[in-house]
Structures are given as structure tokens and as C-alpha cells.
């Protein structure tokens, strides 16, 4: 017996058939026909609301265990089992379980999904290109997702795969080939993905969020720029800059731009001497391109370090829009007065409340054009976001309380200065005292009004955009998805590996980025496909959270591994662990107890499902 999904009028109904031979008196033969056991009845009435019920009714009914009790009487509980024979004998190799990894099955059907397998292998041809490029590049990009190294390691691990990925002939000094392909071509590398994503995960970019962050390099010197045949500069990448991490090493700027869903759209890479604000117009220019002419205007959205200056005309001279948060206490007096001013604020709780206004700004272009734009501010005061910020000053303010109390018993170390000489009156600041103030000069000029105003701002938080027609809470929201960036940068720099950097040239470099951000994206897809599959294990409450963590699916997919047991079989090792089996059912793979050949271990990949 089998079990039939029937279509009638559009309404799917499962039943119950079984094949059997009728006698046909004109032809003298008997012929198949199928009878029907039972009818259960619509499927709408046992759907369980998961994803693929009526494939997983069937692999459940096949299996002898199905979902669903009324078809219970029906399976086959006489299915015979296959009896593997195996042979080990003592003293040889055999003896020896050597588990590798076949997660890398997973990996490559992502590549697939994104159409990179076949750009590269395209340029590999078009480009005569002699060494196996595309195995190199899963290579490197599986290394950085499961086991990060360097990029010679990484080559050594091709033997930890069961499937290797690259071919035998293949020398391992062509990494650093590789790596020039790649620096190369990054630029299709991100075309593709961008396409791919269009077209299978309906990606959409009517918002672009952005931001910077840099990468560390053990040496000790930063690099010197280059000069070119024609006379023109090259500027190195290795240049001092301010840290993020704040180490004293020479750092590569990279900005990121990430879409509405919170997958990375690509990188640009920049000198470490670059100031934050520097990088947003150059960023858009090189990899905007193919998302705009999707969709013809976007919103760019970035903190103040970012949004200010060139890219404001930027986005002006575009007709494109922004939106990006503005500094309280670096405001203008008029604005600090409106933000103060307890008039025309909406209150939505005793912990929340936001107002906003429409003003007319002027800026300038570098070529002295003025440039005249309308610009909706909206400023918003949070207890939460006061309560953290009382906490992070409070030691400062306790100094200041015991100061006004005994100001004669305080000497202000070299570090306490920069603190306090914002409220110092400028028209009696000592400059003779060099690293200390002595106390009897700071007494008398420590402006305590200014203390004042400065804590009546704490809590507040500014935003400006261009969208004077956004809704003002759709504003506050679309700002706080900006936070998700910077957990990409975490995972970047923890779970990915991707600093300190050893790769020394600039090509190699940026190479290394893009292998690194393509790495973050299939990371982001195998959460996504997660989210879609079990909705009911996501935290609701936030636009991007994921079921698992990056790290805990890179510890899950090195579990994954296969071990050869005899000449001819292969077992799965932890396939039982929770993370694991979470991640193989979001991708519809279903592995039963048994030994399995090789061949039919590289049907799995055929098999796994991917969500559009």
C-alpha cells in the first residue's frame, strides 16, 4: 500500500492505494491498476501549520512511523532491514576511525543558490585560468565559516573533507593565485550575490544601513604609498588610524552595507587613516550600482560619525535619502533649547516620549555649489537610554558632587583634564600648569550651570532624514535596526576570524575581506533559513533575531562529519545533536539510521531545500 495525495476542485485529499493486477479479456494479459484502501479525507484537516506537511506526511507514512494516527493501520511494519556485512580486521588501518567533515555538502549548496559556482567557472574559462579556482575558493570560504586559519592552513584542510574539495593535481601555493582572482573579480563576486538574492530570497534595499569598522595588523610599522609609473599615488591600506579595539597597530578601514533583512550587500576597503565620514560616498559609488537600478531610490541609514558632511551631499546630489542620528551635547544652542523645551512632545509612556520639527538646511558641495534641502528632526528621550547613560558617567559625576564639596583637597591628573575643561570657564583657564591644575585656580571656574545642562540632555536622542513624509515611529525603528551591522562586525572579528590580518599585499588583503564577508552572508543565510523554517523558536520582539548564533552553527556544522566503516559503507557522526539536527530539518534533510554508500551520501546535497 501506498499513500496518494489527490487533487479534487482544488482541495488536496490524502487516501490510502494499493496496486493490483485485473484480468483484461481483450488483450488476454492481466494490467496494474490502482485500488483505493481508504480515503482519511483533506489534507487542510491534519495540516500541523509546520512547513512541508504533505512531504513530511509521506517520508513519515514510508518510513513506518507517520504523523498522523489514521494512517497508523495502514503502513507496511514488515519492511526488511538491510544487514550490513562488514570485515575488520585487527592490526590494520581499518581499525582507525578517521570522521571528515561533509558539511561542506551544505556549504556548496548555498554557492550554488547564490550562482557563484558558475561565475567562477565561467571566468576560469574565459580567463584560461590554469589551477582549480573554484575549489580554492570553497576552500577558503568553508575554512573561514568552520575552522578559520590561515590561508596556508586552510589549504591543508582539504584532507578534513570527505568529499575534498580540491583536486589531487592541485599545488598548494596556489592560494595566493587564488587570492588575486578573487581581488580581481570581487566586484562580480558581489554583482552575483546581489542578483541572486533578488531573484531567490527577494531581497529588497528601499533602505541601505552602513558603517565602518577596521581590522588590526601585527607589524610595526604601517605601510608607504606607492608611486606609479604615470606619477600618480597608490596609497597603502596598512596605515595608523584610530582603532576600534583600540590597539596601537596600523588598521585597514572597511565599510559595510547591509540590506533590509539584515544580510551584507558587500565591502569597500580603505587606508586606516580614513575618517569614518570619508568612506560612505565612495562606498555607494562602487557598490550601490546594481541594487539602485533595482530600486530606483533608497534610504541610506548610519550613525552621526558617518552621516554628516560629504555624505549629506551625497545623498542630496543623488536624489537619494538618509537617515542618521546627530549629536545633543555637540548641538547648537537654539537646538539644545528645543530639545530641552518640554512643548510639543508626544508622550507614548512615563518612559518614552518624541517630538519633531521640519527645518531648512544649506550645504556645500566641493565645488562651492550651495545645495538647499528640507530635513525632518526628530528627537526622542527613553528612560532606558538615560538610565544607561547615567550609569556610564556616573563616577564622573561623584568626582564632581566630593569636587564642589572640598575643592582644595582635589590635584587633576592628566586624564581628569580633558573631562573637566568642558566646564571650565575659557576666559580664566590656566595654561601654565601643563599636565595638573592646581585647585585654588579651578575652584572659582568651574561652571556648574553648564554641569547642569549637560545632565538635563542625558537621555536624549536625535535622529535626522531626509523623508519629512516618514512616519516618525517607522524613523525611531528603521535607526534601531542599525545595531544589526554591528553584530555582523562581531561575528566577523570573533567567530569568523577575520583580524589580525596575515596576508601582507593590498590585493591579497581586500581578497581576504571579500572571502570574509561572502562567508558572513552564507552564515546570515543558513539563520535565515532557520528563521523561516521555525518561525515559533524566534524572539518576536526583534527585527533580526536569530534562532541560532553564528557560533553555535559553526560548532554544529563541524559535527557533521562522515566515517568509512569497511570498504564500502559510511556512517553519520552526531547527527543526533540538537543544533545539528536543527539546521539539516531547516534545510529538509532527514538522515535515517543506516549506513550509507558514498553515492548516496552525495545525493543529499541534490535533496536539500532552500527557502525563497
Avoid at 26 to 46: E, H, L, M, Q
Avoid at 297 to 303: G, H, K, L, T
Avoid at 462 to 485: F, R
Avoid at 511 to 522: G, K, P, Q, W
Wanted: glycine share 4%.
Amino acid at each position: 500500500m501506498f499513500l496518494e495525495i489527490a487533487n479534487n476542485n482544488g482541495t488536496k485529499y490524502i487516501r490510502v492505494c494499493e496496486s493490483i493486477r485485473v484480468f483484461n479479456p481483450d488483450t488476454n494479459k492481466s494490467v496494474p491498476k490502482k485500488k483505493t484502501v481508504k480515503n482519511i479525507g483533506p489534507a487542510s484537516r491534519f495540516d500541523d501549520g509546520k512547513p512541508d506537511f504533505l512531504k513530511r506526511l509521506k517520508a513519515s507514512y514510508n518510513a513506518g512511523n507517520p504523523i498522523i494516527d489514521e494512517l497508523k493501520p495502514f503502513v507496511n511494519t514488515n519492511v526488511p532491514q538491510e544487514v550490513y556485512n562488514i570485515r575488520l580486521c585487527e592490526g590494520t588501518d581499518d581499525c582507525i576511525a578517521h570522521p571528515r567533515l561533509i558539511s561542506n555538502l551544505l556549504l556548496e549548496k548555498i554557492l550554488e543558490q547564490l550562482n557563484l559556482s558558475q561565475l567562477i567557472r565561467s571566468y576560469k574559462n574565459t580567463y584560461h585560468v590554469g589551477f582549480d579556482v573554484y575549489g580554492f575558493f570553497k576552500l577558503l570560504v568553508f575554512g573561514r565559516i568552520l575552522n578559520p586559519a590561515s590561508k596556508w592552513s586552510t589549504v591543508k584542510q582539504n584532507k578534513d573533507y570527505a568529499l575534498p574539495l580540491l583536486k589531487e593535481n592541485s599545488q598548494d601555493y596556489n592560494v595566493y593565485k587564488a587570492l588575486d582572482f578573487i581581488y580581481d573579480h570581487r566586484g562580480a563576486v558581489f554583482n552575483r550575490i546581489n542578483t541572486s538574492m533578488v531573484k531567490n530570497y527577494h531581497r529588497t534595499t528601499q533602505k541601505i544601513y552602513y558603517d565602518v569598522t577596521n581590522f588590526f595588523f601585527e607589524i610595526d610599522e604601517p605601510d608607504l604609498d606607492r608611486t606609479l609609473s604615470d606619477g600618480t599615488i597608490d596609497p597603502a591600506l596598512r596605515k595608523n588610524g584610530v582603532c576600534k579595539e583600540e590597539r596601537k597597530l596600523p588598521i585597514v578601514q572597511m565599510g559595510l552595507l547591509m540590506d533590509e533583512q539584515g544580510v551584507p550587500i558587500s565591502m569597500e576597503c580603505f587606508p586606516g587613516n580614513t575618517l569614518d565620514h570619508q568612506t560612505l560616498t565612495a562606498s555607494f559609488s562602487h557598490s550601490v550600482d546594481p541594487v539602485k537600478n533595482r530600486d530606483a531610490r533608497f534610504v541610506y541609514v548610519c550613525d552621526k560619525g558617518i552621516g554628516k558632511g560629504d555624505a549629506i551631499v551625497y545623498a542630496i546630489s543623488h536624489g537619494v535619502g538618509y537617515l542618521t542620528s546627530r549629536t545633543v551635547r555637540g548641538a547648537s544652542k537654539s537646538e539644545k533649547e528645543w530639545i530641552a523645551d518640554p512643548d510639543g512632545y508626544i508622550s507614548i509612556s512615563e518612559n518614552y516620549k518624541y517630538k519633531t520639527r521640519i527645518v531648512r538646511k544649506t550645504t556645500t558641495t566641493s565645488d562651492g555649489v550651495k545645495l538647499e534641502y528640507s530635513e525632518k528632526v526628530l528627537t526622542y528621550w527613553s528612560k532606558k537610554y538615560f538610565d544607561r547613560e547615567v550609569a556610564e558617567r556616573n563616577s564622573f559625576y561623584e568626582f564632581v558632587q566630593e569636587y564642589l564639596k572640598n575643592p582644595t583637597s582635589f590635584r587633576l591628573s592628566s586624564t581628569q583634564i580633558p573631562l573637566v575643561k568642558k566646564y571650565l570657564k575659557k576666559n580664566v583657564l590656566n595654561v601654565k600648569t601643563g599636565e595638573l591644575l592646581k585647585t585654588s585656580e579651578l575652584s572659582a571656574i568651574l561652571d556648574t550651570e553648564a554641569l547642569k545642562r549637560d545632565y538635563d540632555l542625558m537621555g536624549y536622542y536625535t535622529l535626522a532624514t531626509s523623508e519629512i513624509h516618514m512616519d516618525d515611529m517607522e524613523i525611531i525603528k528603521t535607526y534601531g535596526n542599525l545595531v544589526e551591522i554591528e553584530d555582523q562586525f562581531h561575528v566577523m572579528k570573533s567567530t569568523l576570524e577575520t583580524r589580525p590580518v596575515y596576508v601582507r599585499t593590498k590585493e591579497h588583503i581586500i581578497a581576504h575581506l571579500t572571502i570574509c564577508t561572502v562567508s558572513l552572508i552564507m552564515m546570515r543565510l543558513i539563520q535565515r533559513q532557520i528563521n523561516v523554517k521555525h518561525p515559533e523558536l524566534i524572539n518576536m520582539e526583534l527585527l533580526f533575531s536569530n534562532v541560532l548564533s553564528a557560533d553555535r552553527i559553526q560548532a554544529a556544522l563541524n559535527k557533521w562529519k562522515v566515517e568509512k566503516v569497511g570498504d564500502t559503507y559510511y556512517r553519520f557522526c552526531d547527527t543526533d545533536d540538537a543544533d545539528l539536527s536543527l539546521i539539516l530539518d531547516s534545510f529538509g534533510v532527514h538522515i535515517p539510521k543506516k549506513c550509507f554508500r558514498i553515492s548516496e551520501v552525495k545525493q543529499l546535497k541534490k535533496k536539500m531545500e532552500m527557502s525563497m
